[in-house]
Nanobody, 128 residues
Framework: QVQLEESGGGLVQAGGSLRLSCAAS????????MAWFRQAPGKEREIVAG????????YYGDSVKGRFTISRDNDKNTVDLQMNSLKPEDTAVYYC?????????????????????WGQGTQVTVSS
């Protein structure tokens, strides 16, 4: 199992930036694809960005492409989400998630149902 804890959320004005960080504990982190999801009130949880276990490939949701960057450090067991040019519609609770299925040959899950471990979430609020 992997335990996850997010930090870095807060209140920011539109056009501003925030950096979220996820600290992971567990022996398999370096073999886990990781992702950030978000959930706004009344909406389904959606993937924001994902990164493969090696860091060699990333995925971004259409609404954040060009604005958000996901990265990971397997030595420190962390995965970060740099969010720039924030918009009010980015307001949500952001969750770090780990896919515990070993996927050595490629591919990245984008559905929340495929992720096994979750952090408690951190609130991001973007004011207009």
């Amino acid at each position: 199992q992997v335990q996850l804890e997010e930090s870095g959320g807060g209140l920011v004005q539109a056009g501003g930036s925030l950096r979220l960080s996820c600290a992971a504990s567990g022996r398999t982190f370096s073999r886990n694809n990781m992702a950030w999801f978000r959930q706004a009130p009344g909406k389904e949880r959606e993937i924001v960005a994902g990164i493969r276990w090696s860091g060699g490939a990333t995925y971004y949701g259409d609404s954040v492409k060009g604005r958000f960057t996901i990265s990971r450090d397997n030595d420190k067991n962390t995965v970060d989400l740099q969010m720039n040019s924030l918009k009010p519609e980015d307001t949500a609770v952001y969750y770090c998630a780990a896919d515990l299925t070993w996927r050595p040959l490629g591919g990245m899950a984008t559905s929340a149902n495929d992720y096994d471990s979750w952090g408690q979430g951190t609130q991001v609020t973007v004011s207009s």
